[in-house]
């Protein structure tokens, strides 16, 4: 009698090659669906930290009866001391009251001048403090930034400004005005156009570490650097215009800029990670989302401005 031999259990390396194929191709297909949770979830998330910023904006108003100055320089030109910008002031109404008693007395009163300090120079001091809700996780720039004159938070939430541009604060032209402005913070009474037709906070993105790159600065008093503008429409392609010597151009990143000059003529559009479009804080204190797509002069121009009178269509 004759044994048959079994043989062995096992892959050949086409078949392997095959489950590989199979297995490469339901990745493949699971990624996108993956990825595309992950963003609904971090939009989600910016939305809530807008709608907290929103709330604290109120809370600000309800202790002060304004909201706080966008920029103060006393002498009401450009770069006057102390050069303060208005997101520190907020610090007590979002949970950060510890941050904000690291702060000189002087900074309540947005009297305190943030660059070569003991505080900016300390690394572990109140300027380098991270503050999560001011960070939208869909936005993979840095958190925090060093430079000579200090370490500093790297945020995503700006204050709109009025007049398109820095040179427009400036010239504070009241048909222009928004709520924040120079050596201004607007009352609820100022919002002759309404809190709910008027953005108050948009997004921004953050810098991606070039040592030439400081958008996002939130501590900063320039457009991007606290501050967005709406000469430009939301997401635009078109470059942002960077105080001078300060643009790192990264288009593909939207992250658009040439350099502009000292001052007037700069100005930043709210971008975002977002597709489509960008969250904003309305003076209610309610989250829009606004589409890259909204008309420019009829809408998202006057939706920046307190007291435009201008009649709004649907957005």
Known sequence: MHRTRSRSA???????????????????????????????????????????????????????????????????????????GWHHVLYPFIEQDNVFKMLPTTASAQQWYPYFTAESNNVNGPTRAQVPIWVCPSDSGIRTMQQPWGHFMIGNYHAFFGGLNLGGVVANNLGQRSAFGLNFGARFADFVDGTSNTMVLGEYLRSRGASNDQRGLMWGDQPGYSQIYTQLSPNSSSPDLIYVGWCDNQPYQNLPCINGDSGPNNTAASRSRHSGGVNVVLGDGSVRFVRNSVDLLTVWRPLATIAGGEIISDY
């Not at 390396?13 to 669906?33: D, R």
């Not at 949770?37 to 709608?51: F, P």
Request: charged share 15%; hydrophobic share 45%; net charge positive.
């Open 10 to 84: 096992a892959f050949t390396l086409i078949e392997l090659l095959v489950v590989i194929a199979i297995i490469a191709i339901l990745i493949g297909l699971l990624l996108p669906a993956v990825q595309k949770v992950r963003e609904a979830a971090n939009r989600m998330k910016c939305t809530n930290h807008l709608k907290q910023l929103g709330v604290a904006l109120h809370s600000y108003h309800d202790t002060n009866d304004r909201y706080p100055m966008g920029i103060v320089w006393n002498n009401s030109s450009y770069y006057g001391n102390p050069r303060s």
